[in-house]
Nanobody, 118 residues
Framework: QVQLVESGGGLVQDGGSLRLSCAAS????????MGWFRQTPGKQRELVAA?????????ADSVEGRFTLTRDNANAKNTLYLQMNSLKPEDTAVYYC??????????WGQGTQVTVSS
C-alpha cells in the first residue's frame, strides 16, 4: 500500500532549525526522484527540494544553502529528510513529500505544518 507520512514540523523562531521526515512506504518510491513541497493558503504547492534516486540534490533558490534533503533507501520504508536551517517567516507553510514530478491530482500525505515566528 502506497503511503506518505510527513512529520517533524512545529513552531520555531526566526533563524531556528527543524528536521522534517517522510516515510514513503511502497517500494515504488525508491525508484523515483523525490521531493519536498510546501503550500501556503491560497497559493500553489511549490517544489522546494528534490533528490534523484542516486542522490543528486536540487533546491529552489529560496531555500538554497539553508535546506538539505537526504534520502535513506536502506530499509523497507523509503525515508526522506529535510534539514531546515536559518528558517525565515516566509518558510511558514505546510510541507509535503512526494515524487518530484507529482501532480495535484496524485495521492498526497497529510503534510506537516511549519511555522516560523518573527
Amino acid at each position: 500500500q502506497v503511503q506518505l507520512v510527513e512529520s517533524g514540523g512545529g513552531l520555531v523562531q526566526d533563524g531556528g532549525s527543524l528536521r522534517l521526515s517522510c516515510a514513503a512506504s511502497g517500494n515504488i518510491y525508491r525508484l523515483y526522484d523525490m521531493g519536498w513541497f510546501r503550500q501556503t493558503p491560497g497559493k500553489q504547492r511549490e517544489l522546494v527540494a528534490a533528490i534523484t534516486s542516486d542522490g543528486t540534490e536540487d533546491y529552489a533558490d529560496s531555500v538554497e544553502g539553508r535546506f538539505t534533503l537526504t534520502r535513506d533507501n536502506a530499509n523497507a520504508k523509503n525515508t526522506l529528510y529535510l534539514q531546515m536551517n536559518s528558517l525565515k517567516p516566509e518558510d511558514t507553510a505546510v510541507y509535503y513529500c512526494n515524487r518530484a514530478r507529482a501532480k495535484e491530482l496524485d495521492y498526497w500525505g497529510q503534510g506537516t505544518q511549519v511555522t516560523v515566528s518573527s
